[in-house]
C-alpha cells in the first residue's frame, strides 16, 4: 500500500513570497490533516477535512494560510505571503475515518523562510 | 490550557537495554492515546496506541502503559536496537468519538539515542 505522497520536499522562498504544498493521502483514506511542525515541537495541527469538507480549521491562520480539497482527494496547502514564523514542516496526513483512527504521515515538506 | 507534554526531552540507552519514555497529560478527558516514531526528515510513524478502559497494551517489543489516576502514559522498548534511535512522541485525542473528531494533540517529544 502506498503511504501518503508529499511535494515538495523542500523550499526555500522569502518573506512575502507565496508558497503551496501538495498531499496525495492513501488510496480510500477519507480524513485528511495538515499539520505544522516547528523544530524541536511536536506537530500541531493546521486544518482537517473530511471527505472534500473542513471539519476543523481553529488553528489555521486564515490571513494567510488556505487549502482546499475539492474533488476529496488531492489536498494543497497555501501561504500567502509567507512570513519568518512559518519556517517549519508542514505534515500531511490521511486516516480512513474521523474519530480515533489511525493516522497516517507523509514525509512532510520543510518550509524555509528567509 | 490543557496539555500532553514529556518528563525528560533525552534518552540515551545501551544496545539491548530496556528503555522507557515518559508523558505527562492533563486533559482527563482524553480517551485516545498513541505514540509516535519520527526518523530525521520523515514523518511521524504509529508506534501503539492505548484506549482509555486499558491500563496496558503490548505490541512487538514495545508496551504501552496508561495510569489515568496520575496521568501518565509511558512507552516500553525492550531490546532497544540503533534503529530505534528517533524523536518519540505522545498524542491524545479527546472525545474520540464525539466533538473531536480525532484532533491529535501532540507532546513536545525525546530524543532517544541507542548506542552500540
Known amino acids: 500500500e502506498a503511504g501518503v505522497a508529499q511535494s515538495p520536499r523542500y523550499k526555500i522562498i522569502e518573506k512575502r513570497q507565496s508558497v503551496a504544498f501538495w498531499c496525495n493521502p492513501i488510496s480510500g483514506h477519507a480524513t485528511l490533516y495538515w499539520y505544522q511542525q516547528i523544530l524541536g515541537q511536536g506537530p500541531k495541527l493546521l486544518i482537517q477535512?473530511?471527505?472534500?469538507?473542513?471539519?476543523?480549521d481553529s488553528q489555521l491562520p486564515k490571513d494567510r494560510f488556505s487549502a482546499e480539497r475539492l474533488k476529496g482527494v488531492d489536498s494543497t496547502l497555501k501561504i500567502q505571503p509567507a512570513k519568518l514564523e512559518d519556517s517549519a514542516v508542514y505534515l500531511c496526513?490521511?486516516?480512513?475515518?474521523?474519530?480515533?483512527?489511525?493516522?497516517?504521515f507523509g514525509p512532510g515538506t520543510r518550509l524555509t523562510v528567509l | 490550557g490543557e496539555s500532553v507534554g514529556l518528563h525528560l526531552p533525552t534518552l540515551s540507552v545501551q544496545e539491548g537495554d530496556n528503555s522507557i519514555i515518559n508523558c505527562a497529560y492533563s486533559n482527563s478527558a482524553s480517551d485516545y492515546f498513541i505514540w509516535y516514531k519520527q526518523e530525521s526528515g520523515k514523518g511521524p510513524q504509529f508506534i501503539i496506541d492505548i484506549r482509555s478502559n486499558m491500563d496496558k497494551r503490548q505490541g512487538q517489543r514495545v508496551t504501552v502503559l496508561l495510569n489515568k489516576t496520575v496521568k501518565h502514559l509511558s512507552l516500553q522498548i525492550a531490546a532497544t536496537q540503533p534503529g530505534d534511535s528517533a524523536v518519540y512522541f505522545c498524542?491524545?485525542?479527546w472525545g474520540a468519538g464525539g466533538t473531536s473528531y480525532g484532533k491529535l494533540t501532540f507532546g513536545q517529544g525525546t530524543i532517544l539515542t541507542v548506542h552500540p
Open positions: 496526513a490521511s486516516s480512513l475515518a474521523l474519530g480515533a483512527d489511525t493516522q497516517y
Open positions: 477535512f473530511q471527505n472534500n469538507g473542513v471539519v476543523d
Open positions: 498524542a491524545e485525542i
